[in-house]
């Protein structure tokens, strides 16, 4: 009888095991499809991306004349890319040479784009160590016109990125940039055909982050690095300021781009990969979801929050050789 019993027992024992290993493993490969559809995901062909450039420069940048125009056709094609571990940790022979003021411009051609990179930015200063020159490095290859804003938080309230977006969006739409592209300081491009200018639509440019292995987590997602139209920033009244803490904000901002018919693109994933830095992970905004819903509801959002009625107690802007800081105390 005894013997019998436990006979039976392991029967059972195997059966639960088996039933377990086999709800894994399918869930296993729904995953494995469901993530699949994303690393593909839907974006411009290779060869339609020069023709639908936003050629566009500063009205204030002086050109001379004398210099005949870039050309970038070169570096969409080019097929160097960096392994996420192949990213530099050290700069120590790095050379500042023609920076002044965050901004960057070509001296052998007369390029054909002007683009502001707004950062924001609090107390990561080991990211933004990497993250100045290896940007500087990489987009001094590209034949574009560019400065960097830094806007930083200079208080010890909640981070508000939508707040800070807004304000560095102002201050370079202030100087006459055509173009905007809202940069995470921990996000890295390995790819040097991505080019880093506006098209006419915009353009969600970190498709392809190695922390989500290289796949894109959902498709409305413009978080990470999104370039921009000064133009369509203002019309859909830039970010919202009423996300504090971590997330929510950008996924608002897709909102807000189709609430108002704007459609965003992608390049294919060889010219879209990006390496996150480490960091540890911020303090969740838990009312970003009631932020969000709340925001959705009203369709006078838009016009009531935004670059519009941005609030802030001060606001300086100082040139550094890097990077032009704008401090913002909220
Ligand atoms: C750089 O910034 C300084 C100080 O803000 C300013 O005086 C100078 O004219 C700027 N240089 C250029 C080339 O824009």
Redesign the pocket.
């Known amino acids: 009888m005894m013997a019998k019993r436990s006979w039976k027992t392991r029967i059972l024992k195997l059966r639960v095991i088996n039933c377990i290993f086999v709800v894994l493993a399918v869930k296993a490969v729904i995953k494995f499809f469901s993530t699949y559809g994303y690393y593909n995901y839907p974006h411009l062909p290779a060869e339609v991306i020069e023709t639908q450039l936003y050629k566009q420069i500063s009205p204030i940048f002086i050109t001379p004349k004398s210099k005949p125009d870039c050309k970038y056709d070169g570096i969409l094609k080019k097929e160097l890319s960096i392994l996420n571990w192949e990213v530099p940790k050290t700069f120590d022979d790095f050379s500042a040479a023609g920076l ?2 965050g ?1 960057y411009i070509p001296d052998h051609c007369t390029p054909i784009f002007s683009v502001a990179i707004i950062v924001a930015y609090r107390n990561r200063q080991r990211q933004l160590d990497i993250f100045l020159p290896y940007m500087h490095n990489f987009l001094r290859k590209q034949n574009i016109h560019y400065r960097i804003y830094l806007v930083e938080q200079q208080d010890e309230k909640i981070f508000n990125k939508g707040i800070l977006y807004n304000v560095g969006a102002k201050v370079a739409i202030r100087d006459k940039f055509p173009c905007l592209i809202l940069h995470d300081v921990d996000l890295l491009p390995l790819d040097e055909s991505n080019l880093y200018v506006c098209a006419n639509e915009p353009r969600h440019m970190s498709a392809s982050i190695d922390k989500f292995r290289f796949v894109l987590p959902y498709d409305y997602l413009v978080g990470g690095v999104l370039a921009l139209k000064s133009e369509h920033y203002i019309q859909v009244n830039g970010l919202s300021n009423r996300f504090e803490g971590w997330g929510g904000e950008d996924d608002d901002f897709s909102w807000r781009l189709s609430s108002q018919k704007i459609n965003v693109i992608r390049y294919p994933r060889e010219m879209s990969r990006y390496t996150m830095l480490r960091h540890p992970q911020e303090r969740k905004n838990t009312r970003r979801r009631t932020v969000m819903k709340e925001n959705q509801r009203d369709p006078a959002t838009i016009v009531k929050d935004g670059l519009t009625s941005t609030r802030y107690t001060s606001m300086h ?3 550094h050789r890097l990077f032009t800081h704008v401090g913002v105390v909220v």
């Open positions: 002044v003021n901004s802007v100082n040139n």
